[in-house]
């Protein structure tokens, strides 16, 4: 099955920087969701596009749908310890029962 | 929190025997899958349902049957568990068609 390209696969940075993340896709999609997903729980929804070339907010993430619906970015600002996790991308096409096609995950991990 | 609960949350079980997982929602959302999650390949899609007695395959079906007799209860059932089997099960919930997926917490299983 297709999965999604997501990159960088992990990521180390220090407390206060920013952040950059993205997820390329061979297929369009119609909708992109973006999930974090810390140890020994499931993934949490953070930030859902729906429309091509959609910028979208959520604090001090940001996450837009690409142009070409192949691809989406998520960006942090500002990291903090509490965003380390494992970040996810999905895909999700329509007439197809919301089923979702997922990234491979960024793990990010801060340092102080 | 979507109000999704996974039973177990963890579950040891023999090569050989049949093994239920549940998912129960209180959201009253049509959609709802069952995902696997292992190194190296992310979450992926095995079974979902459409609606009450609505199923079908996802990619990695193999091995796995669902049964939905009603609106808030999704199984997923091995019917004679392999230590490929091995891996940590999420279920999902969606309310419609193209929007966001909300995951439980997960239910971890080891076929020794």
């Known amino acids: 099955g297709q999965q999604l390209n997501q990159s960088p696969q992990s990521m180390f940075i220090q407390e206060g920087e920013d952040v950059s993340m993205n997820c390329t896709s061979s297929s369009i999609f119609n909708t992109w969701l973006w999930y974090k997903q810390d140890p020994g729980e499931g993934p949490v929804l953070l930030i859902a596009?729906?429309?091509?070339?959609e910028l979208t907010s959520n604090g001090r993430l940001t996450a837009q749908f690409g142009i070409t619906r192949k691809d989406s970015f998520l960006n942090i600002s500002a990291s903090i310890p509490s965003d380390v996790g494992i970040y996810f991308c999905?895909?999700?096409?329509?007439?197809?029962?919301?089923?979702?096609?997922f990234g491979t995950g960024t793990r990010l991990q801060v340092t102080l | 929190d979507a109000g999704i609960t996974q039973s177990p949350r963890h579950k040891v079980t023999e090569t050989g025997t049949p093994v239920t997982l549940r998912c129960h929602q209180t959201e009253n959302h049509r959609y709802m899958y069952w995902y696997r999650q292992d190194p190296g390949h992310g979450l992926r899609l095995i079974h979902y349902s459409y609606g009450v007695k609505d199923t079908d395959k996802g990619e990695v079906s193999d091995g796995y049957s669902v049964s939905r007799s009603k609106t808030e209860d999704f199984l997923l059932t091995l019917e004679s568990a392999t230590s490929s089997q091995t891996s940590v099960y999420f279920c999902?919930?969606?309310?419609?068609?193209?929007?966001?997926?909300?995951f439980g917490q997960g239910t971890r299983l080891t076929v020794v």
């Open positions: 596009l729906y429309k091509a070339g």
């Open positions: 999902a919930i969606s309310g419609r068609e193209g929007t966001e997926a909300f």
């Open positions: 999905a895909g999700q096409l329509t007439g197809t029962a919301s089923k979702l096609t």
